[in-house]
């Protein structure tokens, strides 16, 4: 767990702040510990982690250039606790919200379990709602793979 943490901490090394939510204490801590042990001091001031819902963002996350959302349930984990669509909905537009100007919100959906599923379905509808003119969006998906991840992309104009 934590690679697609690791990678964004080296994104945003010594310029930016990475902020780690997760329900799971087992997902925070395994991502800790990978950060601790691949980053170098400079950056590791920088990143915080939160054993917290994706509902409601934590109060100590500001304004965000990037959000990024890994949904679904931990690889080799217990497939019963998994993002739910109520949940995710929320988080989104609390996302919305959260994020700056000319900024990105990437969300990786996986619609091989049923709630996955559902959540695909449910965020593609929301993002179908939102302005042309303040959002542009953008889902990549398997046209002959219809179980594989996909990816959308939200990206705030105004």
Do not use: M, W
């Not at 994104?11 to 170098?40: F, H, N, R, V």
Request: with cysteine; aromatic share 8%.
């Amino acid at each position: 767990y934590g690679h697609d943490s690791l990678s964004l901490a080296r994104l945003c090394a010594e310029k930016g702040a990475l902020y780690c939510l997760d329900i799971q204490k087992k997902a925070i801590d395994s991502t800790k510990a990978l950060l601790e042990s691949s980053l170098p001091d400079g950056v590791k001031h920088n990143i915080y982690f939160f054993n917290h819902s994706h509902e409601t963002f934590p109060k100590e996350i500001p304004p965000c250039d990037l959000l990024v959302y890994n949904l679904g349930y931990l690889p080799g984990g217990d497939k019963s606790l998994t993002t739910k669509v109520a949940g995710t909905l929320k988080s989104f537009k609390n996302g919305l919200n959260l994020l700056k100007l000319n900024g990105l919100i990437s969300i990786t959906c996986y619609p091989g379990h049923p709630e996955g599923a559902k959540e695909q379905q449910a965020l593609l509808y929301e993002v179908s709602q939102l302005s042309p003119l303040d959002y542009l969006v953008c889902h990549h998906s398997f046209e002959n793979r219809l179980k594989a991840p996909s990816l959308l992309l939200i990206f705030k104009r105004k």
